[in-house]
């Protein structure tokens, strides 16, 4: 099991709290100073059976700022989401071939 965890995000220290109350421990990937790349974020949507921009956090200030209602194919989402991981939702767990966004962090429950 993987999560691609923030620690200053409640929501992800949340889930992550949840993971280990259940017995696992799980490889931590802090995705902010350990960026995904194109093929590990390609690999999170397949699992997730999610686009690009359902994952997008689009209440933070660069999103706002710079994406905001513009239009990008998936690659072009993925690239600024490489460049700009803040905008990631987060967290996302995986386990085998499938992954949940840890919003609300009870989600987890399904792969535990």
Same mark, same amino acid.
């Given at each position: ?27 931590? $990937? @802090?995705?902010? #100073? ?7 974020? &390609?690999?999170?949507?397949?699992? *997730?059976?999610?686009? !690009? ?28 989401? $490489? @460049?700009?991981? #803040? ?7 995986? &386990?085998?071939?499938?992954?949940? *966004?840890?919003?609300? !962090? ?7």
């Amino acid at each position: 099991m993987k999560i691609y965890h923030n620690p200053r995000c409640s929501k992800s220290r949340e889930t992550l709290s949840l993971i280990r109350e259940a017995g696992q421990e799980p490889e931590i $990937i @802090e995705y902010l #100073k350990t960026v995904p790349n194109s093929a590990t974020i &390609k690999d999170l949507l397949m699992k *997730l059976n999610l686009k !690009p921009t359902d994952i997008l956090r689009k209440g933070e200030k660069v999103y706002k700022d710079k994406f905001k209602g513009k239009n990008f194919n998936d690659d072009e989402w993925i690239q600024i989401m $490489i @460049e700009n991981p #803040k905008i990631i939702e987060r967290p996302i767990v995986v &386990k085998g071939n499938k992954a949940i *966004l840890g919003r609300p !962090p009870e989600n987890v429950k399904e792969l535990l």
